[in-house]
């Protein structure tokens, strides 16, 4: 279910600054998790939902059926600058909830489950079942989803069952990660062949980790829309041009 992975910034921002460009733009058949690093990020759509998350919290989106919704930044980072770093997930729906009705919440740092799952190494918890820990966004059981933040020479294990993908992607930091020396910026690639997951953490350092079972479903995706066939596509853009995702 992980499509698509952007990585915004690191960045500065100057004083009486533009912000973020993400204006009004529409999506279907997907949902987005964005992590606010550092800086802050402004959401609003046409479902009326409305809220600036800071850093350390993250935000959940399911497009579904289809919404308008815009990712800019708060006056007060345009006014004042500062920093800036954002990662957005794209998640892909299965075909039966592909037109659910769609869905935001956003979860300042505070609102974040957050565990220590070994010495040094601390897990916020964003989906799906680690152990005992609940989870800060129950509403996909089928999608782990989770931040790992790292001492130096912490290590982390796991197991994931073979048939599962998995998304591993360091933002901070270098690792030795199954032995393979991974750095900031780089995405892991792992294969079906086993199912143990060793990190050693080299430095101190950030990693957004996540797995689940592939769907196995045709995937077209244009622009914004994500959907299992080209007539589907064609039928998001005729809707959302009659005006049928709304606006705000």
Request: glycine share 10%.
């Amino acid at each position: 279910p992980f499509i698509f992975l952007n990585h915004h910034g690191p960045q500065h921002y100057a004083p009486f600054n533009s912000g973020l460009p993400f204006g009004p733009h529409p999506h279907r058949g997907m949902e987005t998790v964005t992590f606010i690093i550092d800086g802050d990020i402004m959401h609003k759509d046409s479902d009326g939902n409305e809220s600036v998350i800071t850093a350390g919290g993250v935000q959940w989106m399911t497009a579904g059926s289809g919404l308008v919704h815009a990712e800019v930044s708060s006056e007060q980072l345009k006014q004042n600058g500062g920093d800036l770093e954002i990662l957005q997930l794209w998640l892909n729906l299965p075909s039966a909830l592909k037109m659910t009705a769609p869905f935001y919440i956003g979860k300042q740092a505070d609102d974040i489950h957050t565990f220590t799952v070994f010495p040094g190494v601390q897990m916020d918890l964003i989906s799906g079942q680690y152990y005992e820990y609940a989870p800060t966004f129950p509403y996909r059981k089928d999608i782990f989803l989770s931040m790992l933040y790292f001492d130096a020479g912490a290590a982390f294990k796991d197991l994931v069952p073979p048939v599962e993908n998995i998304l591993m992607y360091v933002i901070r930091g270098s690792f030795k990660i199954n032995q393979m020396s991974v750095s900031k910026n780089q995405l892991v690639e792992f294969g079906h062949d086993h199912s143990q997951i060793e990190i050693e953490a080299c430095s101190e350092g950030i990693i957004l980790y996540g797995h689940a079972r592939p769907f196995n479903e045709p995937i077209v995706a244009r622009g914004p829309f994500v959907m299992n066939t080209m007539q589907e596509i064609y039928e998001a853009y005729a809707d959302y041009t009659a005006g049928k995702f709304g606006s705000f």
